[in-house]
């Protein structure tokens, strides 16, 4: 059974930087593809950063410059590297694992989901 848990989050101010972390059931990030997700009030999830089935990552436009997917295999853990973060980026973050779909990354379903971590910029 995959786990996702998810921690990192916190407070900001713009301007500011934070790195979240998901880490995974064992064998999970490098068997199967991974993305970030993140959902504010009032509004559709939305994918932020992914790796794509090559390995390549694809960003939302609005992270792009900014926001830095990795990962470490070894300690089966996924990051999201958020540098000059602003207001309109506070949402709840979650990583998902196990891509469902031929389209892009950033917009397919995923079968496991961590419990989500918040971040508010202010």
């Known amino acids: 059974d995959v786990q996702l848990v998810e921690s990192g989050g916190g407070s900001v101010q713009a301007g500011g930087s934070l790195r979240l972390s998901c880490a995974a059931s064992?064998?999970?990030?490098?068997?199967?593809?991974m993305a970030w997700f993140r959902q504010a009030p009032g509004k559709e999830r939305e994918g932020v950063a992914a790796f794509e089935r090559d390995g390549s990552t694809s960003y939302a436009d609005s992270v792009k410059g900014r926001f830095t997917i990795s990962k470490d295999n070894a300690k089966n853990t996924l990051y999201l590297t958020m540098n000059s973060l602003k207001v309109e980026d506070s949402a709840t973050y979650y990583c998902?694992?196990?891509?469902?779909?031929?389209?892009?990354?950033?917009?397919?379903?995923?079968?496991?989901w961590g419990q989500g971590t918040q971040v508010t910029v202010s």
């Open positions: 064992e064998y999970t990030v490098s068997r199967y593809c």
């Open positions: 998902a694992a196990d891509r469902r779909g031929g389209g892009s990354a950033l917009k397919d379903e995923y079968n496991y």
